[in-house]
């Protein structure tokens, strides 16, 4: 089962528990218990499917969210870098793409004037492309994540934008950043 993101939420507010619980009774007409919230919080409970959705309307945020479904905050990062590592090798000459993502991903790199790093860490002791690396599609590795968080720091330092993040699925996040 999922955890419930209560105790993020309610951080976010600058609530305490207590605090919650009497602004959902005050202000929102919700009774939930200061108890209630803690075992929430705690995953000693989940809320049934009513509560769930009258406590979302209550809080603002959708369903999903609150029942803590899609990324996560330990996931971004690694969803971020493989969504620029899979956009930047789209094809293996990257100059005859016609992928909108791939494309803005290398005149950046130009713009740093690190067109062609990438690759540079898939070339084997002649300077030509591993063969084997090409045909396991580019594999990840310390490194080259390394050199995606150094070169797009704005994605992966910012934590305003991280957060925006959050509960999104792949799919959506792919297609945000893809477009």
Not at 83 to 94: A, M, P
Not at 120 to 138: A, E, R
Request: glycine share 4%.
């Amino acid at each position: 089962m999922k955890n419930l993101r209560l105790k993020y939420i309610r951080s976010k507010m600058g609530f305490t528990q207590k605090e919650l619980a009497n602004y959902l009774q005050e202000a929102k007409h919700l009774k939930i218990s200061r108890g209630t919230i803690a075992k929430y919080e705690s995953g000693v409970n989940f809320p049934s499917k009513r509560t769930l959705k009258a406590l979302s309307k209550a809080l603002e945020v959708s369903e999903d969210f609150l029942a803590g479904n899609g990324l996560q905050t330990e996931d971004i990062e690694d969803t971020l870098l493989n969504l620029l590592q899979k956009n930047f090798f789209i094809s293996y000459s990257y100059s005859n793409s016609n992928n909108s993502t791939h494309n803005a991903i290398h005149h950046y790199l130009e713009y740093l004037e690190k067109e062609n790093e990438p690759y540079n860490f898939y070339k084997d002791s002649n300077g030509d492309l591993n063969t084997v690396l090409v045909n396991t599609k580019f594999p990840r590795y310390k490194e080259i994540d390394n050199f995606w968080k150094n070169n797009f720091k704005f994605l992966f330092e910012d934590r305003k934008f991280k957060e925006t993040l959050i509960g999104s699925n792949k799919t959506k996040l792919s297609n945000f950043l893809c477009k």
